[in-house]
Nanobody, 124 residues
Framework: VQLQASGGGLVQAGGSLRLSCAASGRISGVYTLAWFRQGAGKGREFVAAISWSGVSRPYADSVKGRFTISRNNAKNTVFLQMNSLEPDDTAVYYC??????????????????WGQGTQVTVSS
């Protein structure tokens, strides 16, 4: 399974960005998709996840009310709409897939496949 993320860039505080991630390769059945991020000198942290049905959508406390995760199963794609961006949101954002499951998890260890990352920079 390969994941390709896009949509990062430079934005001013208070602005918006929409990230996309397309899955390809030997992907079948149900799977969870998620976004993580890693700021400079920091560990990789959970941002949001979405189950196959879209019913379960956990978010990190730091992004609740500002970020929205969604998916298009017909196109094997996940999106992250990021509004009211803050300088602390600056990071490389990674998409990830947790295969053959209907569960969502915030644990990085459960995810089987990772995208290459896309840089998001928020200026103050």
């Amino acid at each position: 399974v390969q994941l390709q993320a896009s949509g990062g860039g430079l934005v001013q505080a208070g602005g918006s960005l929409r990230l996309s991630c397309a899955a390809s390769g030997r992907i079948s059945g149900v799977y969870t998709l998620a976004w993580f991020r890693q700021g400079a000198g920091k560990g990789r942290e959970f941002v949001a996840a979405i189950s196959w049905s879209g019913v379960s959508r956990p978010y990190a406390d730091s992004v609740k009310g500002r970020f929205t995760i969604s998916r298009n199963n017909a196109k094997n794609t996940v999106f992250l709409q990021m509004n009211s961006l803050e300088p602390d949101d600056t990071a490389v954002y990674y998409c990830a897939a947790y295969l053959e499951t209907v569960e969502t998890t915030t644990s990085i260890r459960n995810y089987d496949a990772w995208g290459q990352g896309t840089q998001v920079t928020v200026s103050s």
